[in-house]
Nanobody, 114 residues
Framework: QVHLEESGGGLVQAGGSLKLSCVDSGSSFTMYPMAWYRQTSGHERDWVGT???????AYEDSVKGRFTISRDNAKNTVYLQMNSLKPEDTGVYYCRAFNEERTWGQGTQVTVSS
């Protein structure tokens, strides 16, 4: 069973940057897309962006140009680089594997102060 472990969250001032990491414990990481989601105050868990197994990315409109998803298949890790952070980016960020189980990580808190 795949386990996903996020890290890198924290408190940052508006305009700052954070880089989240998500390590996949499985042996088939290279075979499926990975995605980031976030749950902000008053919202459902919303899609942030996806990276395919070959590195093609797609992003939700509000983060385009600010957030970048990448993956290191040798380390079974997907990253979310977040720049120009805004207070409305505050929330819990989750990674998700598009394997058969559609595994979720436990989430990491990101807080952006104004």
């Amino acid at each position: 069973q795949v386990h996903l472990e996020e890290s890198g969250g924290g408190l940052v001032q508006a305009g700052g940057s954070l880089k989240l990491s998500c390590v996949d414990s499985g042996s088939s990481f290279t075979m499926y897309p990975m995605a980031w989601y976030r749950q902000t105050s008053g919202h459902e868990r919303d899609w942030v962006g996806t990276i395919t197994s070959v590195g093609t990315t797609a992003y939700e409109d509000s983060v385009k140009g600010r957030f970048t998803i990448s993956r290191d298949n040798a380390k079974n890790t997907v990253y979310l680089q977040m720049n120009s952070l805004k207070p409305e980016d505050t929330g819990v960020y989750y990674c998700r594997a598009f394997n058969e189980e559609r595994t979720w990580g436990q989430g990491t808190q990101v807080t952006v102060s104004s």
